[in-house]
C-alpha cells in the first residue's frame, strides 16, 4: 500500500511539472501611431467614462442598465456554467475517492438450490455484509488532463471577457441611444418653433392677401410650408418615442416603467479622448482579450488530443471488509492494488481526426484573434477620424447658422416693410430650419463619436481588471 501511495504521488508530482500554455502570438506588428493625431492634453479612457459627459441622468442609467439588463444576466451566467466546467476539467488531476456500505441478505423460497447460491434448503437466510474505499487515479503521463484543466480555465477568463464585452457595448448603447434621444428633442422643439415661426408668416401673407399686397399664390407658397413643418412634427415624435422604447430595452424595463428627468440637450458635453498607442489596445480591449483566451484554449485542446493517442496508465487501490453479520463488517480489513495500461489501436482514425480537427480549430481562433485586433485598431481610426471631421463641419456650421439667423430676420422685416418679395422669405426660412436641423444632428453625431471612441479603447478596461 506504501508503494502504491509513493507512486501515485509521484504522478500527481508529474502531472504538476508539466509546461504550462503558452501566451498566443498573433503575428500581427500594430503601427506605431494612430493615422489621426491625438490631443496631448486629453484625458485618458476610465472605468466611469460616461460621467465626462455632466449628465447627472445618464449617470443613473447606467445604473439602472448593470441592475436590470437581461444581457448582462445571461452573461454573468456564462461565466459561472464556464466556472463550474473549469472544476470538472480538473477534478482528474487529482485521485478520486470512492466509499461504499453494502448489505445483503439470501434466502431460498424452494427447491434446493444451485451452486452460485449462498442459501440452500437448510438455511432460512444468508446475510452479508460489506464496507469499502477505492481510488483511482489515471497518470497524466502526457500531459493530457493538465492540457484539459487549463484549456476550462482560459475557458473561464474568455467568458469573464466577454462579460465585459457586453456590459462596455450595453453602456455605450445606452449612452449613444439616450444622446439620441435628446436629440431628437431638440429637434422636436426646433420643429415646433420654426412652425410657429411659419405661422405667424402665414398670417402676415393672410393680412396682406386681404389688403391686396399680396397674390394668391404667396399665400398659397406658405400655406405649404405651414403644412410641411405640420408633416414633420410627427416624425420626430415618432423617432423619439422609439428611441425612448429602445432605452427602455436596454434597462430591462417596459417603457411605461421608464422614468427621465427632463435634460436640455446642449447641457452635454464631450470630453477629449487619449487613444494613446496602438500596441495598447491588446490590454484594453475585453473582445479582443477574449479572443486571445480563447486562441490559447484551441492550443491546449490540442495537447488533449495528442495525449488521447497514447497509451494511459490507470493505477486502483481499493480498502475493505466484509463478515456474515453488521457487528463484525469491519473485523475482517483487506486491500487490492490494481494497474492497467490501455493503448488506442484500431480506432478507425477517429482520435486523429479529432487532433486534426482541434488544429484546424485552433487555426481558425487565431485568424479570429487576428480579425479582432484588426477590428480594433479600425473602431479607434473611424472614431479618430469621425471626431476631427465632425469638429471641422461643426465650426464652419456654427457660422453657417449665424447668417441663416441674420438672412431670415432682414428678410422678414423687409417683407413687411414691402421691399422684399415673400419667395425670399420662404428660402430664408428654409435654410433657417436646415440649419438649425443639422447643428443637433452634427451635436448628436460628436456626442455619438465620442461614445464610439471610448468604447473602441475599452471604456477603461484593462486586463488585469479580471
Known amino acids: 500500500m506504501k508503494a502504491h501511495l509513493t507512486l501515485v504521488a509521484a504522478s500527481v508530482l508529474l502531472a504538476a511539472c508539466s509546461s504550462p500554455v503558452q501566451r498566443p502570438d498573433s503575428g500581427l506588428q500594430p503601427p506605431p501611431a494612430w493615422a489621426t493625431a491625438n490631443q496631448a492634453s486629453a484625458l485618458h479612457a476610465n472605468q466611469q467614462w460616461w460621467t465626462a459627459f455632466a449628465s447627472p441622468q445618464l449617470d443613473q442609467l447606467i445604473e439602472q442598465a448593470r441592475r436590470g439588463s437581461y444581457d448582462l444576466a445571461s452573461a454573468v451566467a456564462r461565466v459561472r456554467q464556464a466556472q463550474a466546467g473549469a472544476v470538472v476539467a480538473g477534478a482528474p488531476l487529482l485521485p478520486e475517492l470512492k466509499g461504499g456500505l453494502n448489505a445483503n441478505r439470501q434466502k431460498l423460497l424452494r427447491g434446493k438450490g444451485y451452486s452460485e447460491l449462498d442459501a440452500d434448503n437448510n438455511n432460512d437466510a444468508v446475510d452479508y455484509f460489506n464496507a469499502s474505499l477505492t481510488a483511482t487515479y489515471e497518470i497524466d503521463f502526457w500531459g493530457g488532463k493538465r492540457a484539459a484543466r487549463d484549456s476550462a480555465e482560459l475557458a473561464v477568463r474568455a467568458s469573464e471577457f466577454e462579460r465585459a464585452t457586453v456590459e462596455l457595448t450595453l453602456l455605450s448603447g445606452v449612452a449613444t441611444t439616450y444622446t439620441q434621444l435628446l436629440a431628437l428633442h431638440e429637434q422636436q422643439r426646433i420643429a415646433e418653433l420654426n412652425l410657429a415661426n411659419a405661422q405667424n408668416v402665414l398670417k402676415l401673407v393672410q393680412t396682406r392677401y386681404e389688403a391686396g399686397s399680396a397674390t394668391q399664390l404667396e399665400l398659397a407658397q406658405q400655406k405649404s410650408l405651414v403644412a410641411a413643418q405640420q408633416r414633420q412634427l410627427p416624425e420626430v415624435r415618432q423617432r423619439a418615442e422609439a428611441a425612448r422604447i429602445s432605452l427602455a430595452a436596454l434597462l430591462g ?38 479572443a486571445e483566451a480563447q486562441l490559447a484554449a484551441a492550443q491546449a485542446d490540442i495537447i488533449v488530443a495528442r495525449a488521447a493517442m497514447l497509451p494511459s496508465i490507470t493505477l486502483t487501490a481499493n480498502l475493505g471488509s466484509g463478515a456474515n453479520r453488521a457487528a463484525d463488517m469491519l473485523r475482517n480489513p483487506f486491500y487490492n492494488l490494481t494497474g492497467g495500461l490501455i493503448a488506442p489501436i484500431f480506432n478507425n482514425g477517429r482520435l486523429s481526426a479529432e487532433r486534426d480537427k482541434a488544429t484546424a480549430r485552433q487555426d481558425e481562433l487565431l485568424q479570429t484573434y487576428r480579425a479582432a485586433i484588426i477590428n480594433g485598431f479600425a473602431d479607434v481610426e473611424k472614431a479618430l477620424g469621425s471626431i476631427r471631421r465632425l469638429d471641422e463641419q461643426r465650426q464652419w456650421q456654427r457660422e453657417e447658422l449665424d447668417q441663416a439667423q441674420t438672412a431670415f430676420r432682414i428678410a422678414q422685416s423687409r417683407y413687411e416693410a414691402g421691399a422684399e418679395d415673400l419667395l425670399t422669405v420662404l428660402e430664408t426660412q428654409r435654410t433657417l430650419y436646415a440649419a438649425q436641423d443639422l447643428n443637433v444632428q452634427l451635436r448628436q453625431a460628436r456626442l455619438g463619436a465620442s461614445i464610439a471612441l471610448y468604447k473602441a479603447l475599452g471604456g477603461g478596461w484593462q486586463a488585469s481588471d479580471i
Do not use: C
Open 253 to 290: 424595463q417596459p417603457v411605461q416603467a421608464l422614468q427621465l428627468t427632463p435634460q436640455a440637450f446642449d447641457q452635454l458635453r464631450w470630453p477629449s479622448i487619449a487613444a494613446g498607442v496602438p500596441s495598447d489596445l491588446l490590454s484594453r480591449r475585453p473582445d479582443i482579450a477574449s
